[in-house]
């Protein structure tokens, strides 16, 4: 089973300001990783596949990188709605995983 | 626009069953997998179950596995997850995911979630 795991766990950032969030892999799952941003009592939603894939109707200031083991995604500029949970999967094998979330709290 | 509707949630007894349903609309369901991922109180995403477009080949989480069983009607546009046996950490909010491929992929589209609480 590949493990995933994100850094931080919480991020305390002001709207408007850059965040950075990371998805490391136990190993190589090359491109194949998600990313999906939760609001609280909300259903997951897809932001990013294949690694630097924005899903329909993502705004840009949402963008996605990395292969191999290590992943980033970067929110240029904090939106009120951006502060949630957001959570990597990866694809590359049975059974899929996902990252145990970063918080992006209002600091 | 695609809405995908779980129901059949509820409290069940330790060693008990239920199953969940998940109504599909939108989209030409016949053509992608679908899945279950659960979320635990206060916890994060794990996923559950996958049934590809065909309906022919099924994966399940090493914690479910024998005990749940993920199955569709393409002719309802439905999916399904019977849960036999169930135990206090299937305890859960039960989402079901439509795929973005045939036969596995990331989860473009969500329902609200049916909550299943297992207790005695």
């Known amino acids: 089973e590949i493990v995933l795991t994100q850094s931080p766990a919480t991020l305390s950032l002001s709207p408007g300001e850059r965040a950075t969030l990371s998805c490391r892999a136990s190993?190589?799952?090359?491109?194949?990783l998600a990313w999906y941003r939760q609001k609280p009592g909300q259903a997951p939603r897809l932001l990013i596949y294949d690694a630097s894939n924005r899903a329909t109707g993502i705004p840009a200031r949402f963008s996605g990188s990395g292969s191999g083991t290590d992943f980033t995604l970067t929110i240029s500029s904090l939106e009120p709605e951006d502060f949630a949970v957001y959570y990597c999967q990866h694809r590359s094998s049975w059974p899929l995983t996902f990252g145990g979330g970063t918080k992006v709290e209002i600091k | 626009e695609v809405q995908l509707v779980e129901s059949g949630g509820g409290l069940v007894q330790p060693g008990g069953s239920l199953r969940l349903s998940c109504a599909a609309s939108g989209f030409t369901f016949s053509n992608y997998a679908m899945s279950w991922v659960r979320q635990a109180p206060g916890k994060g995403l794990e996923w559950v179950s996958t049934?590809?477009?065909?309906?022919?080949?099924?994966y399940s989480a090493d914690p479910v596995k024998g005990r749940f069983t993920i199955s569709r009607d393409d002719s309802k546009n439905s999916l399904y997850l019977q849960m036999n046996s169930l135990r206090a950490e299937d305890t859960a909010v039960y989402y079901c995911?439509?795929?973005?491929?045939?036969?596995?992929?990331?989860?473009?589209?969500w329902g609200q979630g049916t909550p299943v609480t297992v207790s005695s």
């Open positions: 190993q190589s799952v090359a491109n194949y």
């Open positions: 049934i590809n477009r065909s309906g022919d080949t099924t």
């Open positions: 995911a439509k795929f973005t491929g045939p036969y596995g992929g990331y989860g473009d589209y």
